[in-house]
Antibody
């Protein structure tokens, strides 16, 4: 069974940092593109970033460029999101997800809540 | 900045047919955008229904279908059931590795 388990969320002050982790199991992690998608309650999801299987291609939504860094450790079946210079508008549930492949974010974790507030 | 547009809400009777659409604030949606559709119920992560315009995800009932209608992507539910009452989101590929979700459509079945 495919499992994605996010951790590392919490309350942080504006300008602060957090590192999210996503532990993957039940599939061959090293063969999948991986993404972070966030969602504010009552709003649609927002794709944030993704990373190729070997880490050689990475993409970010404009609003997080220069502040967020995605990375992966295929030996540990883990995905990470380093978030710096956090803003109130970064408050959301952050999901890790496989893909996308032709638009298919096939598997999702349960999400971890990040709250940026003073 | 191009926005992905979806109607805010829709209502359908049980057994009825409904078509939800996904457009662009500027331009037309095509297969090159790999339009994909997600269903989300409260407290759950989104679930893929359709990807790459019209490919049904594994386990999705065939009452869900995807297409391009005019200048928009479309999700059609034929024979709506009570448990289809959910939020539906589309996502489009905008090029250069970037993906954008729409704001969603809330579907009521009554």
């Amino acid at each position: 069974e495919v499992q994605l388990v996010e951790s590392g969320g919490g309350l942080v002050q504006p300008g602060g940092s957090l590192r999210l982790s996503c532990a993957a199991s039940g599939f061959t992690f090293s063969t999948y593109w991986m993404s972070w998608v966030r969602q504010t309650p009552g709003k649609g999801p927002e794709w944030v970033t993704n990373i190729k299987q070997d880490g050689t291609e990475i993409y970010y939504v404009d609003s997080v460029k220069g502040r967020f860094t995605i990375s992966r450790d295929n030996a540990k079946n883990s995905l990470y999101l380093q978030m710096n210079s956090l803003r109130a508008e970064d408050t959301a549930v952050y999901y890790c997800a496989t893909g996308p492949y032709s638009g298919d974010f096939a598997y999702w974790g349960q999400g971890t809540l990040v709250t940026v507030s003073s | 900045q191009t926005v992905v547009t979806q109607g805010p809400s829709f209502s359908v009777s049980p057994g009825g047919t409904v078509t939800l659409t996904c457009g662009l604030s500027s331009g037309s949606v095509s297969t090159s955008h790999y339009p994909s559709w997600y269903q989300q119920t409260p407290g759950q992560a989104p679930r893929t229904l359709i990807y790459s315009t019209n490919t049904r995800s594994s386990g999705v009932p065939d009452r869900f279908s995807g297409s391009i209608l005019g200048n928009k992507a479309a999700l059609t539910i034929t024979g709506a059931q009570a448990d289809d009452e959910s939020d539906y989101y589309c996502v489009l590929y905008m090029g250069s590795g970037l993906w954008v979700f729409g704001g969603g459509t809330k579907l009521t079945v009554l």
